[in-house]
């Protein structure tokens, strides 16, 4: 979130604390929301979006080529399994919102700075202290 790319992801975890601090409409969920899953299920096909989606194939086409891993051939094959083999079981290949703002270069970069001015929240101080005692109920330890 702070390293000035758009955060993306599922909406479980501090993913969730993110939007809310970024802000819904500068966070991209996965795929699609569980209510969109569920009545979705019996129609999805992800090979339809490789088919029809010159762009997405493109990408997806260069991830499974081993393009960005020329030292590790096959290390994305799990992802093809999961995206088109397995049937995207999350949809993921459904989102489009992403792609729709990455044409528009202004509103991209606005994002992207209203995300990282957001990210105050997330240092891994803050983080910690908050998890030791909210989730864990960890005391603090001095050190001499």
Sequence with gaps: ??????????????????????????????GLTAAQIVDSRGWYNPWWHYENEPETRAALDMIFSDHFSPNEPGVFEPLRETLLTGGDHYMHLADQRLCELYAEPHAWARTAILNVANSGKFSSDRTIKEYAADIWKAEPCPVP
Excluded: V
């Excluded at 993306?8 to 409409?25: F, H, K, P, R, V």
């Design 1 to 30: 979130m702070t390293n000035g790319a758009l955060t993306i992801g599922t909406s479980d975890g501090a993913t969730i604390e993110m939007a809310e601090e970024a802000g819904e409409e500068n966070f991209f969920l996965f």
